[in-house]
């Protein structure tokens, strides 16, 4: 092995830990992972910023200011309207907000159809009272299931197309990933919806509602004089109040002593976690109280949740300095947060994705601070950008995936589209493109020379090599089984992109080894990145998923690993079956 292909591996080996423990920003990771390859000389420098100008990225971008255009649109908010009038089962709302989550997905990137589609599954399930554990999880699963079908369903998607037309001369045509991927996403949603409602059951003994939904809130109180809380010792609080105390303050400084020795006092402070409704039962009781907000009469005055998106600008910012907020009067009175450690004061909590804040404010001041932030509100109470009653950008976007489909490049294509849509002042570019989810466009953009030198240092000839001692590759379906397990075994913790970009060069290898055609491997690659279930962190949606339906890790465990089997033998089946 030379000392280009060792420090490639160990290059990409650091990366993948980095972007798998998530405590590094992935656009800083990626930034700092292209300047330490042209480094170690595994590129040359005229081509450090070369995948800023590759089809895909442009592409990807041109696809986000689509969407940001189709979200205004309101289409699916009418519907939801009319679905819920009709009173149908449970089972028939998570199956069609699934279903449309899956659809959408067919013709955009899975965090933009899983935006989209979130809204109107949380106004069903309001308006239907059905929990939002049993609604959340399957779109989000549903989205990425989607984005197994069509050329632009996925980043992962137009990277392996990408590497086959460098390969071969032609990539791959827009629904040549139909023949797996429409099967196994019809499928997959069908399974998930069928086991969702027996993985969280409904309570016999309530109603189901929204807020029933296991979510623990942090927040900051302060201990009236007639709080029955007073005296008690901060051990107690658990079992005798339902909330869990991380820090009690006393004039403005913290009370250090064991739990069993230290006493609430009348004015203490206490930041405390626990169940929302707790909270309210308490506040109600005259236990635990919030400051008065400053805006609290006024006529427009509104409580808003809203979770932070991986493209927000509040992630890794501390509540203390949202500036966006304090400087409209809009407070943040609690936080449903992903982060295992509480240390300081409620105002020192740091934001991650998927993080969920309490707002409370003027309503055109919190819907103002949600859009300069890029946060998704998930309450219906804040209107967004003004709606957009027309069908042109529908129309439009269909005439830029007929175009794309029948044989034009798919970035000429939505360039067009982007295009049209401006002059007709549907969008304003230069809005827009400040409110793209810009760490994911940069990781890929940085991650593109990375994955071309894993086959320009020939280190894709040496893990294949490795792999063909242990299993023999020379076999097309069992070359393809393997290229498969390890795409869906890198994707629950690494971004699909990432995956894609890393495994397109070894798969080349395994296929011209073998002296097969290179487009089985590379569908195996598209297919395995996109099927996510087992984690909530190696996609962006099963992230925003955990924190809006309160779920723990092993909720993904369990519905995840089903889905995960059943994928994988049916797309290997479907593999075998079309493109050997």
């Known amino acids: 092995m030379s000392f280009e292909q060792a420090s490639l591996l160990i290059l990409l080996l650091a990366m993948l830990i980095l972007f798998s423990l998530d405590r590094f920003r992935i656009e800083v990771v990626s930034i700092a992972g292209l300047l330490a390859g042209h480094a170690l000389g595994l590129y040359p420098a005229d081509q450090i910023f070369t995948g800023f100008a590759s089809p895909v990225v442009i592409t990807v971008v041109e696809i986000l200011l689509i969407v940001q255009v189709l979200a205004r649109a309101r289409l699916f908010d009418s519907l939801a309207a009319r679905f819920a009038a009709a ?23 899975n965090i933009g159809a899983f935006a989209i589609t979130l809204p109107v599954a949380l106004r069903l399930g309001t308006a239907l009272m059905i929990r939002r554990r049993q609604l ?33 001369g032609a990539g791959f045509h827009f629904f040549d990933f139909a023949y797996v991927g429409l099967p196994v996403a019809v499928a997959g949603i069908l399974l998930v919806t069928l086991r969702i409602q027996r993985l ?56 250090f002593g064991p739990l069993d020795q230290s006493a609430i006092e009348p004015g203490d402070v206490l930041l405390a976690e626990g169940a929302d ?12 109280i919030a400051d008065d907000h400053p805006h609290g009469l ?27 907020f304090h400087n409209r009067g809009v407070l943040v009175t609690a936080l449903s947060m992903r982060a295992p450690r509480i240390e300081g004061r409620f105002i020192d909590l740091q934001l991650s994705i998927g993080d ?23 309450a219906p109470t804040v209107p967004a950008e003004p709606a957009l009653f027309s069908w042109q950008p529908f129309a439009l976007f269909a005439c830029g995936v ?41 990781m890929l953009a940085a991650m593109i020379p990375i994955g071309q030198a894993v086959a320009t240092t020939g280190a894709a000839e040496t893990i294949a090599g490795w792999l063909s001692l242990v299993v023999p590759i020379a076999h097309p379906l069992i070359g393809i089984a393997l290229i498969l397990f390890l795409a869906m075994a890198l994707t629950p913790f690494v971004n699909n992109a990432t995956v894609a970009i890393v495994l397109s060069p070894i798969a080349l290898e395994f296929a011209r080894a073998g002296q097969h055609a290179p487009n089985a491997y590379l569908i195996a ?30 909720d993904f465990l369990r519905a995840g690993w089903p889905l995960a089997v059943t994928s994988y033998g049916l797309a290997l089946f479907l593999l075998a079956l079309f493109w050997l």
Request: hydrophobic fraction near 50%; glycine fraction near 6%.
């Open 402 to 442: 007929a175009a794309s489909a029948a044989g034009l490049r798919p970035d000429i294509a939505f360039a067009c589209v982007v295009l049209v849509l401006a002059l007709l002042n549907h969008l304003n570019i230069r809005q827009a493109m400040a409110d793209l989810n810009w760490p994911i466009i940069i």
């Open 200 to 255: 969280f059951p409904e309570p016999d003994e309530a109603p189901p509602t929204v807020s029933s939904a296991v979510r623990r809130i942090v927040v900051e109180r302060r201990v009236p004089h007639v709080s029955p809380l007073i005296g008690v010792r901060l051990s107690e609080c658990p079992s005798r109040f339902g909330v869990k105390p991380h820090a009690l303050i006393r004039s403005d400084n913290f009370v």
């Open 356 to 378: 969920i804040l309490t707002l409370e404010g003027p309503r055109m001041a919190i819907t103002e601070a949600l859009e300069e932030s890029e946060c998704l509100p998930l």
């Open 87 to 109: 009173r149908p089962s449970d089972f028939k709302v998570i199956a069609c907000t699934s279903s449309l989550a899956g659809f959408i997905s067919i013709f955009m990137n």
């Open 136 to 168: 959340v999880m399957p779109v989000s699963f549903a989205a990425l299931l989607g984005g197994l079908v069509s050329l632009i369903g996925t980043p992962a998607n137009l990277l392996v197309s990408d590497a086959l037309a460098k390969a071969t």
């Open 525 to 554: 690659v598209a297919a395995g990145a996109s099927l996510d279930f087992l984690t909530p962190f190696g996609h962006h949606n099963n992230t925003l998923a955990m924190g809006i339906g309160g779920y723990r890790f092993a």
């Open 298 to 324: 006024h006529p427009d005055f509104t409580r808003v949740e809203s979770v932070v998106m991986p493209e927000s600008t509040l992630v890794g910012s501390r509540i203390r300095s949202l500036e966006v």
């Open 277 to 288: 409704a707790v909270f309210a039962g308490l506040a109600a009781a005259q236990a635990l």
